[in-house]
């Protein structure tokens, strides 16, 4: 008997997973057989559908064979694993976009590997022993397979729920998180294999469908929402833990045993997924970041260990569940350039892109779209340079010949002489990028230039900082018309997470400017309430721990506390070293009250914050320093100075 068992019957090609003693844990070898039988099926006109089942009653398939796994990395091979997964996941793609239907059975456990080979498919069918599940967290993986994709479009917080604890589903809960579609008795299963391989007509399965039990799952949606929520793992912890309730009792029960950094990036991972490029290859080639690394800098190894090789179950985490640094988190996500996932054998991009700006956001920007295939000729009248980017003499030089111009640069006077400068050289149809934060007229100045070039422009500030920049997971507040929005996309999705359309040209702007207005007046607010905390002798992590789940919740406290050894790590654990500089905000909170004038807006917290920030950075020791240094500053005086 073979681990799988491939073959043609009447109209249907047929697939069986045939290791029931392993659950029918899926190796490689098949993988590889599944792709070369679906790659033969595709044009074939005898084979109308593909049925996939699986041999034993216990289950469909529990998962992959992550023994193999762990004796090549604990040998120190990391390529085998990065191999397998690619496969896997190619093999994941490939169900999800086949031309013809596919329709799974499956019964009992249906996990991990199993999840991607049965619910990508067209008709997925569960029954009553059916118990779906993406337990990764707990051996220091994440939910792959393209299950991450499921969990993004899961209703509410059901995603986040269901990946850091690993719950299993029901046939019932499993239809209503979307990870399968008919619920069929299962004694009706092989009359009805038997009928697809006659007709080849999926119309079989349809019929027999009857309605599923209650969901269990759905009744939990309320509690879900309310825990599952929060920016970060640290927030869904803080919040179970605050409630004295059966829910929060069993989410924490689960939750605590698995892997802090595994968790952590699947919230970000779910988040980052969630809008409007969402898609399979996205889910994937975010995957596949995380579990590329995942022996080498990843739990993986140790997860493996306790769970099926010591079998001790109790894994050496790096870090204690709250205190995962967002900086580890953004590591593992890191764009993998020359070695991401590829789902299709096709060439990357050979676009050439000039890019205008190399400053500390532009030269990691570039570096990342270099790696990821562009062809990136850079200029800055410093001089400097960024991985994979070739330098050109002058501005006019790195755009010659470019499909793509992007500007990263100090403010709008500057932006408005490149884009004079540059403009004669530019083809019809070059789309024009600008992601400097500029004044709002500086943005429209520009964009009516180009459209007078024929030139496709977007205003497209980020935020994210230095270390979006690097990790490429900045967000994007874009201007512009729709069509250059559509094609700005593709590099928004290399040097970003998440990019909003905001409107017309200068729309981008407006949104950078509000939204650095909210953050220049929370931080200087959360630095004030450190300030008179201390003075009240209230000890700092108890204030954290109050305001990060209470109304004080926001950004500046949350996910970049101002105050050292509290909260994430943050520019206050390194010396307020920036980060976000002091300066830079400063000139933020000007672009905003400069547009507050013009347009006769009442801002008085911003004018506010734009005096105390001119003092700090002007008249004070801030100039230099992250803009949370606010917090020593305010420690520093008293109501009079
Ligand atoms: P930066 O000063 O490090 O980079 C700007 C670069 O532009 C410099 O290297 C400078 O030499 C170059 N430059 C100036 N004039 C030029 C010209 N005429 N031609 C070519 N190059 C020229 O600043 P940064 O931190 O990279 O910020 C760039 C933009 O991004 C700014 O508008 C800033 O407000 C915005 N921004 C910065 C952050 C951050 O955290 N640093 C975050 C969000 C947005």
Redesign the pocket.
Known sequence: MTDIHIRRAGKAGRITLNRPDALNAMTWQMCLEIRDALEAWRDDPQISVVVIDAAGERAFCAGGDIAELYRTGRDGDFDYGRRFWADEYRLNAAIFAWPKPIISFLQGFVMGGGVGIGCHGTHRIVGESSRVAMPECGIGLIPDVGATLMLALADGRMGEYLGVTGTRMTAADAIYAGFADLYIAEAEWPGLIHRLQETGDPGVVEQAATEPPASGLAALADDVNRHFGGEALSDIFNSLRGEDSDFARSALKAMERNSPLSMAVTIELLHRLRGPSISIGKALDLEYRFTARAMEHGELLEGIRAAIIDKDRNPQWQYKDQSVPISSVSKMLRPLGPDALKLEETPVTQKAVGF???????APMAANLAAAGYRVTG????G?TAAGVTNAAT?QEAVQDADIVIT????GK?LR??AEQILPSLRPGTLFVD????DVDSARAVAEQTAGAAVLFVDA??????GGATAGTLTFMSGGSAEAFAQAQALFDIMGQKAVHCGEAGAGQAAKICNNMILGATMIATCEAFALADKLGLDRQKMFDVASTSSGYSWSMNAYCPAPGVGPQSPADNDYK????AE?ML??LGLSQQAAEAVDADTPMGAAALELYRRFVELEDGRGKDFSAMLPRFSARGRDS
């Open positions: 205008i700006g190399l400053g500390n956001m532009g200029f800055d009248t410093a400097t501005a990263m640069l100090p403010d500057i002489a490149v992601c400097s934060t500029v500030p980020v935020s994210g900082g230095i920036p980060g976000f500089a830079l000139k933020d």
